[in-house]
C-alpha cells in the first residue's frame, strides 16, 4: 500500500516535470531565435489577421450603405462606445499579455497561470458595465443626435448599440483568448479565430441585413446579430485553441480564484491602453456631437473614416502584438540588446506601414470612399477630410510602438506620454 501511494507520488512529480519542460521548450524561443527571423514568425500571423479584423469592422459598413444611408449613419453614432468597449477589452489583455510573457521570461509559471485566470476575472468585471451601458441605449441616442436627427437613425442607433453592448462579453473573451497565444508565441491561432469570424461575419452580414434566404430584412440589427455571432465563434476557436495547443498555461474554471495584487498589476500595464483608447473614443463622441449640429452626412463621413484608418493601424496593431511579449520575455530574461533590436526594428517596419497608408489615402480617398457607396455630397466632404487627417499617420507608427513597450516593460503610464526614448538605465 505505502509502495504504491510512493509510486503515484513519483509519477505525479515526473508529470510535473515533463510538463514544466514542455512550457520551457515553448517559451525560449523568444529568448533564442534572431530577432527578425523571431519577429516576423511572430507578427506576420497578427498582421493578416488584424487586417481581417479591419475588414471584419468595415464589412458592417460597406453592406448598411447598400442598405440605407439612415442605418450607416447609426452605427457611426454608436461608433464612440464600441470603441470604448474594444478598449476596456483589449487594454485588460494587453495588460494581462504583457505580465504573463515576463513571467514565462522569468520561469515563474505559477503567477504566469495566475495572471492568465486573474485577466478572466476582469472581464467579468469590465462586461457587467456594457451590459448597463446598453440598458440605457435609447438615453444614449438621444444625448448623442440633435433635435433634426431622422427618428429612423435614432431606432437603428438603438438596437445596434443594445445588441453590441448586451453581448459584449463575446469580444472581450475573444481578446482574452487571444493574447493568452500571443503572450506564448503562438501567434498563429490568432489568425485562425480572425478570420473565421470574418468569414462568418461576411457570409451572415448580407443576409440578416437584406433578408436574404427566407430571412427576416433586420437592417442595422442584423448587422449587430452577424457581428456578435462571430465573435463568439472566435471564443469558441480561442478556447479551443488554448485548451489543446497552448500548454505554458492550463485554463481551469476551478482555478479562477480573485488576487488582489495580481489584478491590480495587470491593470497597471493595462489601464493607461485603457485611458489612451478611451480618450480616442470621448473624442469621437465629441466630434459626433459638434458634427450632428451641422448634418447627419457630416457624421456617416467621420464614420467612414474611422472605418478606413483601420486598414492602416490595424496591421501595426497586430506587428506591435507581436512585439510585445518578445520585448516582455527579454525583459524578465534580462536580455537588453534583444529588445533593443525588437524595438528598433518593429519602428522601421511600422513607419512603412503608415507612410504606404498615407500615400493612398492622398492619392486615391474617392477610390476608397467609393466603397460605401458614396454620395457626390459625401465625396465633397470626404475626399479633403481624408487627404488632412492621414497627415497625423507619419508619426503614429512609432508612438505605437514606443507606447506598446513601455507597457511591455511594466511602466504602462509612460505609453500615454507619446515619442520617449527608452533609458538603457530601466533595462
Same mark, same amino acid.
Given at each position: 500500500m505505502e509502495d504504491n501511494r510512493e509510486l503515484k507520488e513519483k509519477e505525479t512529480e515526473t508529470a510535473e516535470a515533463?510538463?514544466?519542460?514542455?512550457?520551457?521548450?515553448?517559451?525560449?524561443?523568444?529568448?533564442?531565435?534572431?530577432?527578425?527571423? $523571431?519577429?516576423?514568425?511572430?507578427?506576420?500571423?497578427?498582421?493578416?489577421?488584424?487586417?481581417?479584423?479591419?475588414?471584419?469592422? @468595415?464589412?458592417?459598413?460597406?453592406?448598411?450603405?447598400?442598405?440605407?444611408?439612415?442605418?450607416?449613419?447609426? !452605427?457611426?453614432?454608436?461608433?464612440?462606445?464600441?470603441?470604448?468597449?474594444?478598449?476596456?477589452?483589449?487594454? #485588460?489583455?494587453?495588460?494581462?499579455?504583457?505580465?504573463?510573457?515576463?513571467?514565462?521570461?522569468?520561469?515563474?509559471?505559477?503567477?504566469?497561470?495566475?495572471?492568465?485566470h486573474n485577466g478572466f476575472i476582469l472581464v467579468a468585471i469590465n462586461y457587467t458595465i456594457f451590459f448597463i451601458v446598453g440598458c440605457f441605449a435609447p438615453q444614449i441616442m438621444s444625448l448623442m443626435t440633435s433635435e433634426n436627427t431622422n427618428a429612423q437613425i435614432i431606432a437603428d442607433g438603438t438596437i445596434y448599440l443594445r445588441i453590441t453592448q448586451w453581448l459584449s462579453f463575446a469580444p472581450m473573451i475573444q481578446s482574452m483568448f487571444e493574447r493568452l497565444l500571443q503572450g506564448t508565441g503562438k501567434t498563429k491561432y490568432i489568425f485562425y479565430m480572425q478570420l473565421a469570424g470574418t468569414l462568418f461575419n461576411t457570409v451572415v452580414d448580407p443576409i440578416l441585413i437584406f433578408g436574404l434566404f427566407g430571412m427576416p430584412r433586420m437592417g442595422a440589427k442584423g448587422a449587430a446579430l452577424a457581428t456578435v455571432f462571430g465573435q463568439l465563434l472566435g471564443c469558441v476557436l480561442g478556447h479551443l485553441f488554448n485548451r489543446h495547443f497552448n500548454k505554458e498555461v492550463a485554463l481551469s474554471i476551478h482555478k479562477i480564484r480573485p488576487h488582489w495584487q495580481t489584478m491590480k498589476d495587470i491593470y497597471r500595464i493595462g489601464i493607461p491602453s485603457i485611458v489612451l483608447q478611451a480618450v480616442g473614443a470621448l473624442m469621437n463622441f465629441s466630434i459626433n456631437n459638434i458634427l450632428a449640429g451641422f448634418s447627419d452626412l457630416a457624421v456617416t463621413t467621420f464614420g467612414v473614416y474611422f472605418k478606413l484608418q483601420s486598414f492602416v493601424f490595424m496591421p501595426i496593431f497586430g506587428m506591435n502584438s507581436g512585439s510585445v511579449p518578445i520585448i516582455a520575455y527579454n525583459y524578465g530574461a534580462r536580455y537588453p540588446q534583444r529588445m533593443k533590436k525588437t524595438i528598433k526594428l518593429a519602428c522601421v517596419i511600422a513607419m512603412s506601414i503608415m507612410f504606404t497608408g498615407f500615400l493612398l489615402l492622398q492619392l486615391i480617398p474617392q477610390v476608397f470612399l467609393g466603397f460605401f457607396d458614396a454620395s457626390?455630397?459625401? $465625396? #465633397? /466632404?470626404? !475626399?479633403?477630410? $481624408?487627404? #488632412? @487627417?492621414? /497627415?497625423?499617420?507619419?508619426?503614429?507608427?512609432?508612438?505605437?510602438?514606443?507606447?506598446?513597450?513601455?507597457?511591455?516593460?511594466?511602466?504602462?503610464?509612460?505609453?500615454?506620454?507619446?515619442?520617449?526614448?527608452?533609458?538603457? #538605465?530601466?533595462?
Amino acid at each position: 500500500m505505502e509502495d504504491n501511494r510512493e509510486l503515484k507520488e513519483k509519477e505525479t512529480e515526473t508529470a510535473e516535470a515533463e510538463d514544466k519542460a514542455v512550457k520551457k521548450r515553448d517559451s525560449d524561443r523568444l529568448g533564442t531565435e534572431p530577432v527578425h527571423q $523571431l519577429l516576423l514568425k511572430m507578427s506576420a500571423p497578427l498582421m493578416v489577421s488584424m487586417f481581417v479584423m479591419a475588414l471584419y469592422n @468595415i464589412v458592417d459598413s460597406i453592406f448598411l450603405g447598400m442598405y440605407s444611408t439612415d442605418a450607416l449613419t447609426a !452605427v457611426s453614432y454608436c461608433f464612440p462606445f464600441q470603441n470604448l468597449n474594444a478598449a476596456f477589452g483589449i487594454g #485588460t489583455a494587453v495588460g494581462m499579455s504583457a505580465l504573463l510573457s515576463r513571467y514565462l521570461g522569468a520561469k515563474d509559471y505559477d503567477r504566469a497561470d495566475k495572471v492568465a485566470h486573474n485577466g478572466f476575472i476582469l472581464v467579468a468585471i469590465n462586461y457587467t458595465i456594457f451590459f448597463i451601458v446598453g440598458c440605457f441605449a435609447p438615453q444614449i441616442m438621444s444625448l448623442m443626435t440633435s433635435e433634426n436627427t431622422n427618428a429612423q437613425i435614432i431606432a437603428d442607433g438603438t438596437i445596434y448599440l443594445r445588441i453590441t453592448q448586451w453581448l459584449s462579453f463575446a469580444p472581450m473573451i475573444q481578446s482574452m483568448f487571444e493574447r493568452l497565444l500571443q503572450g506564448t508565441g503562438k501567434t498563429k491561432y490568432i489568425f485562425y479565430m480572425q478570420l473565421a469570424g470574418t468569414l462568418f461575419n461576411t457570409v451572415v452580414d448580407p443576409i440578416l441585413i437584406f433578408g436574404l434566404f427566407g430571412m427576416p430584412r433586420m437592417g442595422a440589427k442584423g448587422a449587430a446579430l452577424a457581428t456578435v455571432f462571430g465573435q463568439l465563434l472566435g471564443c469558441v476557436l480561442g478556447h479551443l485553441f488554448n485548451r489543446h495547443f497552448n500548454k505554458e498555461v492550463a485554463l481551469s474554471i476551478h482555478k479562477i480564484r480573485p488576487h488582489w495584487q495580481t489584478m491590480k498589476d495587470i491593470y497597471r500595464i493595462g489601464i493607461p491602453s485603457i485611458v489612451l483608447q478611451a480618450v480616442g473614443a470621448l473624442m469621437n463622441f465629441s466630434i459626433n456631437n459638434i458634427l450632428a449640429g451641422f448634418s447627419d452626412l457630416a457624421v456617416t463621413t467621420f464614420g467612414v473614416y474611422f472605418k478606413l484608418q483601420s486598414f492602416v493601424f490595424m496591421p501595426i496593431f497586430g506587428m506591435n502584438s507581436g512585439s510585445v511579449p518578445i520585448i516582455a520575455y527579454n525583459y524578465g530574461a534580462r536580455y537588453p540588446q534583444r529588445m533593443k533590436k525588437t524595438i528598433k526594428l518593429a519602428c522601421v517596419i511600422a513607419m512603412s506601414i503608415m507612410f504606404t497608408g498615407f500615400l493612398l489615402l492622398q492619392l486615391i480617398p474617392q477610390v476608397f470612399l467609393g466603397f460605401f457607396d458614396a454620395s457626390a455630397e459625401m $465625396l #465633397t /466632404i470626404g !475626399v479633403p477630410a $481624408l487627404r #488632412t @487627417i492621414s /497627415i497625423s499617420f507619419l508619426a503614429a507608427g512609432v508612438c505605437i510602438i514606443i507606447g506598446s513597450t513601455f507597457q511591455a516593460l511594466g511602466k504602462g503610464v509612460y505609453s500615454n506620454y507619446g515619442l520617449t526614448l527608452v533609458d538603457d #538605465t530601466h533595462i
